[in-house]
């Protein structure tokens, strides 16, 4: 199981931090990405972190490159996103997914994912 938290309403030019626990999986072997969907808009992907084993950094979304942090806690099950420098545009649920393996930007290689937290930026 997946679980977010973290999600909330913030001003632009804030920061909020996301995290997803997971439950029930091998998370060490497990690759950890964030989506997010926006209303009326298809999910998108925004950031995935290979195991720790692949030792490689995580990849980002052009549109979130340089504002958010992906990270995660092998220890804790955790993965977080930071996110800096928040804008309207960011508005949007976001979900955590997982896979085992290495990282994937497609929707659909993942089975598994959270039920999604809501970031809302106000201008």
């Known amino acids: 199981q997946l679980e977010e938290s973290g999600g909330g309403l913030v001003q632009a030019g804030g920061s909020l931090e996301l995290s997803c626990r997971v439950s029930?999986?091998?998370?060490?072997?497990?690759?950890m990405t964030w989506f997010r969907q926006a209303p009326g808009k298809e999910r998108e992907f925004v950031a995935t972190?290979?195991?720790?084993?692949?030792?490689?950094?995580?990849s980002y979304s052009d549109s979130v490159k340089g504002r958010f942090i992906l990270a995660r806690d092998d220890a804790k099950n955790t993965a977080s996103l930071q996110m800096n420098g928040l804008k309207v545009e960011d508005t949007a649920v976001y979900y955590c997914?997982?896979?085992?393996?290495?990282?994937?930007?497609?929707?659909?290689?993942?089975?598994?994912w959270g039920q999604g937290t809501q970031v809302t930026v106000s201008s």
């Open positions: 972190i290979n195991p720790d084993h692949y030792n490689s950094d995580p």
């Open positions: 997914a997982t896979r085992p393996g290495g990282a994937s930007r497609r929707l659909r290689d993942y089975s598994y």
């Open positions: 029930g999986l091998p998370f060490r072997s497990y690759a």
